[in-house]
Every structure is written in C-alpha cells, then in structure tokens.
C-alpha cells in the first residue's frame, strides 16, 4: 500500500484547506487511514482516522473544525480543514493500517508529509 498526500500550503487563520491521500495497491486490504501531524518540536500526533466501516475518531482539537471523507472510486481520502488556527501549523501526514493477504500481520505504511502553514 502506498500513500501520496498533497493539498498543503499557506493560509490565514480562519481559512479553510482541503488536504488528499491517495492510495494504491492493495487497498481492499486497509483497515484504517489516518492524518496525523507533527508541529516543529513537538511529537506526530492523530489528527483523525476512518476505518474501513466508517467509524471516524477526532482529536477533541479538531473537532468541528476538521471533517474525514473518502472516495472509494478514487482511492482518496480527504481532511478538509476549516476556521483554522496558528496552532494547526504543521506537517500533515496520511497512514494506511493494512492486513497482509497470507499472513494476516498488520502493516502500516505512511505517505509522505504536506506542510500547512497557518498565519495569524
């Protein structure tokens, strides 16, 4: 499973971005994908994941502001980032949980990182 995220940029507080992740290979194979972000300094945390029957888990600081979706037909999902704030600045990075086909491990693959800047 590879991930490829992109949508970052530059905003001002209280704009919107909408961030992507696409997904290709095995991907009937994903339990879960999730954003994380790691603001300078400080550790990679959840932002929110979807899982595969649709339960979405937010972190409470993005909660009403921040909503999941996914397009099944094109592989995506989407976190689309409203009333942002200076405190959302970060490196935004997409995960895949995924079972292998014969061994039924659990893998997690990550996609490279998109950089939102939010101004004040």
């Known amino acids: 499973v590879q991930l490829q995220a992109s949508g970052g940029g530059l905003v001002q507080a209280g704009g919107s971005l909408r961030l992507s992740c696409a997904v290709s290979?095995?991907?009937?194979?994903?339990?879960?994908i999730g954003w994380y972000r790691q603001a300078p300094g400080k550790q990679r945390e959840l932002v929110v994941d979807i899982r595969s029957d649709g339960v979405t888990n937010y972190a409470d600081s993005v909660k009403g502001r921040f909503t999941i979706s996914r397009d099944n037909a094109k592989n995506t999902v989407y976190l689309q980032m409203n009333s942002l704030k200076p405190e959302d600045t970060a490196v935004y990075y997409c995960?895949?949980?995924?079972?292998?086909?014969?061994?039924?491990?659990?893998?997690?693959?990550w996609g490279q990182g998109t950089l939102v800047t939010v101004s004040s």
């Open positions: 290979g095995s991907t009937f194979s994903i339990n879960a």
């Open positions: 995960l895949a949980e995924y079972i292998a086909t014969m061994s039924g491990d659990i893998f997690y693959s």
